[in-house]
């Protein structure tokens, strides 16, 4: 317990620079990071309200660090767990094009799901936060639909086919040799499953609905 707790805050940690972070960052002076160790450790457990009382900029920049998280660190440090598999007699010329394949396309799926987060959604979100301080908001009648239109189309393809090919690797079990590299690549696999869920869930139920009522609240003072 006490070593997953450790393994826990450092992958948060990470995400905000990893030492540095205990000198300058807001995330661990206002709680949030406390908050997200515990819902790692239980991501069933998960609560929008526990989050709500964060602020709006501190939970994007959670999401962005995490996005960069995903992209630099953990989709490489799992295909690397990919690549030393062992398989028993035949089953390399099998397996390893199926697991591939199912990794790569993974990886690209992911990838699209993450750029049209960080190309429209983020940045209007930024610029509610801005237009709250300045007073002024520019943006396109497209833009006022996108918030909803997530909220509605928002996707949880990526987490279903991380679990399919979870399962596929349980399912083929007995066809590797080296059982301890294909554990350490599951206990992988599932962390990030776990790390996924909750970023979906504080995107969907935290930061969606409060840039919705900033939203609101900065159209009915600027002239939108
Ligand atoms: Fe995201
Ligand atoms: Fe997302």
Do not use: W
Request: net charge negative; hydrophobic share 40%.
């Amino acid at each position: 317990m006490f070593h997953q707790l450790q393994v826990i805050k450092d992958q948060i940690e990470y995400r905000y620079g990893g030492g540095v972070i205990k000198n300058h960052s807001t995330a661990i002076q206002n709680g949030l990071f406390d908050q997200l160790t515990l819902v790692f450790l239980n991501p069933n457990e998960f609560s929008a309200t526990q989050f709500s009382k964060y602020s709006l900029s501190a939970i994007l920049d959670y999401l962005q660090k995490t996005h960069i998280y995903y992209l630099e660190k953990c989709l490489n440090e799992i295909s690397l767990s990919l690549s030393v598999l062992t398989y028993k007699g035949d089953y390399k010329k099998y397996l390893s094009p199926v697991l591939q394949h199912a990794f790569t396309t993974y990886i690209s799926e992911l990838k699209l799901h993450i750029d049209e987060e960080e190309s429209d959604l983020f940045p209007y979100i930024r610029s509610l936060i801005n237009a709250k301080e300045s007073g002024r908001l520019e943006f396109s009648f497209e833009q006022k639909l996108m918030l909803i239109n997530h909220l509605l189309h928002h996707t949880d393809e990526p987490e279903k086919k991380l679990r399919s090919l979870i399962e596929l690797l349980e399912d083929k079990k007995e066809h590797f040799e080296d059982q301890l590299a294909l554990n350490v690549l599951l206990s992988k696999l599932e962390s990030f499953e776990r790390d996924l869920l909750v970023h979906a869930k504080l995107e969907e139920q935290v930061l969606i609905p409060k840039a919705l009522e900033l939203e609101k609240e900065v159209l009915e003072y600027t002239d939108f």
